[in-house]
């Protein structure tokens, strides 16, 4: 028996991301919280070592997995302003005004340091097709 | 997004200046659709406990 998922099923959770992701941070840790994403590293229980509130996006388009695969690229954030010291190697999506933590993601550890700046290139989140 | 807010959002990002810029390799995010049913359901249960 083979499985589907229509495209608007999997457009609408990507398109509610685009929708309200209005900060993405640079992690030091696995945030699974809003305070970890969003609280400076040092400060109560936060991880954020760098963080910006203009998160943008394009898509959703089909997804690179094939059938009803859909994602949407997250656009590249240049140049953020690094607020502690420490090792980024978790990115972090979130809405503000609810204080809700939406999304995360890894990347290769890389050390930061307070003043600096640093880019997080254009990547994507896929849902793939039904399996 | 209001597209008008991607467009100031746009605005902003290019005026930041790099000062010894780090550039991140971020991990594709993928997501089982399988995973988003099983949320639902543990939502629609926890609703159902109250």
């Known amino acids: 028996m083979a499985k589907s998922c229509a495209s608007a099923v999997l457009d609408a959770a990507l398109q509610y991301l685009e929708d309200n992701a209005d ?81 995360v993601t890894t990347c290769t550890l890389q050390a930061l340091t307070l003043g600096n700046t640093v880019t997080i290139p254009t990547w994507d989140i896929e849902i793939g097709t039904p399996t | 997004m209001d597209p008008k807010e991607k467009e100031r959002r746009l605005r902003e990002k290019a005026l930041r200046k790099p000062l010894n810029d780090i550039i991140l390799d971020v991990q594709k995010g993928v997501i089982d659709v399988k995973d988003i049913i099983r949320y639902i359901d543990e939502k629609l249960k926890e609703k159902a406990n109250g």
């Open chain 1, 23 to 103: 900060r993405i941070s640079v992690c030091e840790g696995q945030p699974t919280t809003y305070e970890h994403a969003t609280s400076t590293k040092g400060v109560a229980t936060g991880k954020k070592l760098a963080m910006s509130s203009t998160p943008t996006f394009t898509g959703p388009a089909p997804g690179d997995g094939g059938g009803s695969s859909r994602k949407t690229a997250v656009d590249a954030e240049p140049t953020i302003t690094v607020d502690a010291s420490g090792n980024g190697d978790h990115v972090a999506l979130c809405k503000s005004g609810t204080t809700v933590l939406l999304y």
